[in-house]
């Protein structure tokens, strides 16, 4: 089921997807990769400190890791020697086999090729995440693209920038209204609309309910990105 509030009747050619928590489920293994992360840094778990850490963690889901640990640790040395140390522990929580596709996910890329349009993930994780990710999955070469905030100039959500990466990069379109936004959470919402893309879903499968969603700027709402041809189909 949809939530529509406005769109258009531009042919939709490019599509953003977020990973984690939209096309791929994780298992929570952000905030067990952050408390792995957290300790290496001295924090103690179980003390108020940690918990306010987690908390932030939580609440910033979608914003890029680094952007997370500047504000966290207050240093750029030590945001980075954070965001090492939890790209190191979630490669290896990776390899336990925890992040699956969620399901109708590989579908509906897949579908939206087939129609003729161009697709990319993007994260907000580092590429050495990005890859392993998508090594797990058998999902290298699914989509059209793949990027991380790196690849966007260091500036991942909720700036525009890897859309506007996407944009450039595919040249699939000549007007950013022609693109679409799909992800889970407020600041993949904030990303769509500040791209100028005519369509940003949010999907209900990660970190952020609907009131959420539709309050940082969605068109529309849908219970998963499996919905999303139709969708696209129904816009045409």
Known sequence: MTEKNSTDNRTHHLIVLDMAGTTVADGGLVERAFERAAERLGV?????????KLQYVRDTMGESKISVFRHLFGTEELARRANSAFEEAYGELVDGGLVTPLPGAREAIEKLRADGRTV??????ARVTQDAILDALGWQGLADLT??????????????????AAFLRTGAVDDVREMVVAGDTAYDMLS???????????????????AALTGHGATHVLGSVAELPQLLAESA
Request: glycine share 22%; proline share 8%; hydrophobic share 35%.
């Open 192 to 210: 769509g609309r500040r791209s100028g893309a005519g369509i940003v879903a949010g999907v209900l499968t990660g970190a952020h309910d609907r």
């Open 147 to 164: 990027l991380c905030p790196a690849d966007a100039g260091g500036r991942g959500r909720p700036y525009p920038d890897m859309v506007l």
């Open 44 to 52: 103690e778990p179980g003390s108020a400190g940690h918990a306010e």
């Open 120 to 125: 990319a993930l993007t994260t907000g994780f």
